[in-house]
């Protein structure tokens, strides 16, 4: 025999399988279809995780890819009555998700498709396919499970926020007859200004001709005149008392800071016309920001903390003050202010926040870490770990999630072991198995 013929059949014979020979049906080197010749006794093999239709009776490398074989077992060939074994659907191996009704060719890969028999369905303890992994190619992948846990969830919500003036707080100093700004004690924004405090001085011919009727009435004792003419000044908010001024002198009307100049010394003003905007700065707003996902947490009255970068350590308490009806459809995101006291000046308007809002608890939940839980995009699953060796895919329904926990509604049961490593070996091993299309079915018959 020569060299190429011994070539052509050590390609022919690939390996002895637990329950037969896999014989190769072609020698073309994109297909790798085997073909298993078995009997009804099952025995030890190794295969491929990817490429599970290969199946060898020694340790080794897969023909097709290269990854290292895992070690598995058969079940003894469930018979029926005839002594065959029932056929569930047949799929294409490369396509395991695919499932047929009849043998025949992949319309995918054209490939033979391989039969799923109902022995080699694994059901675990709680009607759902189990997928077995070998332990030591378990412990290599540096696999880990965590216990599922009842617990309390706080609804916390961490946001960036930005001081602003109190709206309720600012007044405006105007003038109210026409006139000249003859005397001005405010000169900038920022300054200070004091509850009755003399900001301004007007000189109005109306004002002055007001206080000289006021004069003339309590010259000539007459209460008519009197109460008309005072009524007028003080529609002028001008002063009622002592002799006719030339300034009628105007006062603020609350504490705060300057935030708006509008006029300045020698100025015209008209009627009604303002002369600077004062702010009181001795409670702030924060608005933040928050996502869409944990609107429901913020509510008006709950508590909330904000920290500044200028000044560590130091931690602000204050409360919801409102939140607005309107979700920002560009951010997806709902805005809300918070009410902070700042009798010392230490928020100033402008200034960014690292704010936390305290949502409340929701009590005795199950949580488990957020890593656990595999999305598809059409569900939620997460892997439980039944016994050395042996998973299950559960679906679950998903409730919030704060940084590394998340609720889950149901699926789960408090003291289950759920894997948070290594999921994308078994997630792919199932989807072999076609462990998915099998969740929340019941026991086979």
Known sequence: MNKKALIVLSLVVVAGAGGGWWVAQSMTPHKHQLVKMTDEQGKVYYTCPMHPQVKQGEPGNCPICGMKLVKREDKPADTTMSGERKVL??????????????????????????????DEAGMGMSGGTVVEIDPRMAQNLGMRTAAVKTGTFWQRVDA????????????????????????????????????????????????????????????????????????????????????????TLITALQSGVVTELMV???????????????????????????????????MAGKPAEARLRSQPGQVFEGTVDYVYPLLDTQTRTLRAR??????????????????TVFGGAQREVTLVPSEAVIRTGTRNVVLVAEREGRYRPVEVVLGPERQDEIVVVDGLEPG????TSGQFLIDSEASLLGAYNRIGEGSAP
């Open 338 to 355: 918070l009410a902070f006291d700042n009798a010392d000046g230490a928020l100033k308007p402008g200034m960014y926040a690292e704010v």
């Open 160 to 247: 960036v926020g930005s001081v602003a003036v109190d709206e309720n707080r600012i007044a405006v100093v105007e003038a109210r007859a026409a006139g000249w700004v003859e005397r001005l004690d405010v000169r900038a924004v920022g300054d200070a200004v004091r509850a009755g405090q003399v900001v301004a001085g007007i000189y109005s011919p109306e004002l002055l001709a007001a206080q000289e009727e006021l004069a003339l009435a309590r010259t000539l004792d007459d209460p008519t005149l009197i109460e008309a003419a005072q009524t007028r000044l003080k529609l002028l908010n001008a002063s009622t008392s002592g002799r006719p001024q030339r300034q």
């Open 264 to 298: 300045r010394q020698g100025a015209q003003v008209t009627p009604g016309m303002p002369l600077m905007k004062l702010a009181d700065l001795t409670k702030v707003w924060i608005l933040v920001e928050v996502p869409e996902a944990q609107a429901s947490w913020v």
């Open 416 to 419: 289950q072991q759920v894997v």
């Open 89 to 118: 659907y047949w799929y294409d191996p490369m396509r395991p998700d695919q499932h047929f009704d009849a043998p025949g060719k992949s319309p995918f890969m054209d490939m033979d498709l391989v039969p799923k028999y109902a």
